[in-house]
Every structure is written in structure tokens, then in C-alpha cells.
């Protein structure tokens, strides 16, 4: 089992830039979730998906974040154009079904994204 | 609404000695609660989870945590601290409408030699 993969682990770029984010997801977990983690706020979920559907994305700050997941093995989180206030560490977890009851997240090591 | 509250934001102890981080909810029915934890540049792992089967609850790496309906807890506890405990250690708690996760603040444990 390789886990949840992110990529890439660390990203600087300038304001205004567009910023891609990538993960995988466990193979044959079919819900997926972008959190960011910050030190004033947090974990915050941003958005997820279940069957490749997004389900809730009521987290995503603005409408220069867009997530996408066009299959069951591949996501997406873009931010265009970037702001120094979008500097975080964005994690990725996926787990089996919708219900926490029975299936734990599995988390990715994440992505630190620094906009200068 | 649920919720959950660390009520510590760091914890420090000498290694061998016991750990105590302390987590109190919020919740209008029977919640499922987690602890995870987050070593330096890594993603949280499930160190262990709570949904009604037992109160006491065992985890990886020795922890383990009580469900307290009359007192609202769900402290962490671990009998000997290692110097490999050293991280942020997460309480969440499962929203029943949702299913979405509701994270503490973290609490961050120092372990010194």
C-alpha cells in the first residue's frame, strides 16, 4: 500500500501564478478530501469527493481555488492566480466510503506552498 | 453543532514518564471521536477511534483514550512516554450530519530525555 501521494512536497512561486496540486488517492478508496492546514486556522476542509463526484465544497475559500477529481485515482486542487495568503501546507486523505464510522482517513504527507 | 476542545496547546515530560493530553466535546448524541497525530512535515495518522463499542479505547504505539459521557472527555494517555512521541497529536470529532471531521487546535507534545 503506497498511500495517499501528493505531490509536489514543497512549491514556491510569485503572486499572481497559477498553482496545481496533485494527488493519488489509495487505490480502491473512492472518497477524497483537500484540507489546508495553516497556524492561524488550522485544518480546514476545503472540498470532497465521493465517487469522483465533489459532494461539498463549501470549504474553498474564493472562486480562484478549483478542485477536480476526473477519476477515481486523480485529483486536483488549482489556485489562480495565487496570493501570499494562500501560504499553507495542503493535505490530501482519501478513505473507503463516506461514513467515518467504519473507514479512517488516510492522509498524504502534503504539499507547503509558499507565494511570495 | 460538534465540537471538540484541546485544552492544551503544548505538553511537555521526560521520557518514561506518563502522557496525558486532554481533549472535552461538544455533541448532541453519540459521537465518534478520533485522536491523530502529526509528526514534523508529515500527513496525520488514526491513532485511535471511539464509536460506542468501548469507552476505553487502545491505539498504535501504546495510547489510548476513555470515552466520559458524564465529564465530555476524551483524554489521551499513554503510561511511558518515548522520545518518538514527540508531535502534534489531534482530537477530532465526526459530525453525524455530515460525517465531516471537526479538528482540534493540536496539541504539541515534547518529550525530553
Known amino acids: 500500500d503506497a498511500g495517499v501521494i501528493q505531490s509536489p512536497r514543497h512549491e514556491v512561486t510569485e503572486m499572481g501564478q497559477e498553482v496545481t496540486l496533485r494527488c493519488k488517492p489509495i487505490s480502491g478508496h473512492n472518497s477524497l478530501f483537500w484540507y489546508r492546514q495553516t497556524m492561524m486556522r488550522g485544518l480546514e476542509l476545503l472540498i470532497y469527493?465521493?465517487?469522483?463526484?465533489?459532494?461539498?465544497d463549501s470549504g474553498m475559500p474564493e472562486d480562484r481555488f478549483s478542485a477536480k477529481m476526473p477519476n477515481a485515482s486523480f485529483s486536483t486542487l488549482k489556485i489562480q492566480p495565487s496570493e501570499p495568503r494562500d501560504s499553507a501546507v495542503y493535505f490530501c486523505a482519501s478513505r473507503f466510503g463516506l461514513s467515518s464510522y467504519n473507514s479512517p482517513l488516510h492522509f498524504g504527507n502534503g504539499t507547503r506552498l509558499t507565494v511570495t | 453543532a460538534q465540537s471538540v476542545t484541546q485544552l492544551d496547546s503544548h505538553v511537555s515530560v521526560s521520557e518514561g514518564t506518563p502522557v496525558l493530553l486532554r481533549c472535552n466535546y461538544s455533541s448532541s448524541y453519540s459521537p465518534s471521536l478520533f485522536w491523530y497525530v502529526q509528526h514534523p512535515n508529515k500527513g496525520l495518522q488514526l491513532l485511535l477511534k471511539?464509536?460506542?463499542?468501548?469507552?476505553l479505547v487502545k491505539g498504535i504505539n501504546g495510547f489510548e483514550a476513555e470515552f466520559k459521557k458524564s465529564e465530555t472527555s476524551f483524554h489521551l494517555t499513554k503510561p511511558s512516554a518515548h522520545m518518538s512521541d514527540a508531535a502534534e497529536y489531534f482530537c477530532v470529532v465526526s459530525d453525524g450530519n455530515t460525517d465531516k471531521l471537526i479538528f482540534g487546535t493540536g496539541t504539541r507534545l515534547q518529550v525530553f530525555p
Open positions: 471511539y464509536t460506542s463499542a468501548a469507552t
Open positions: 469527493f465521493n465517487n469522483n463526484v465533489p459532494i461539498d
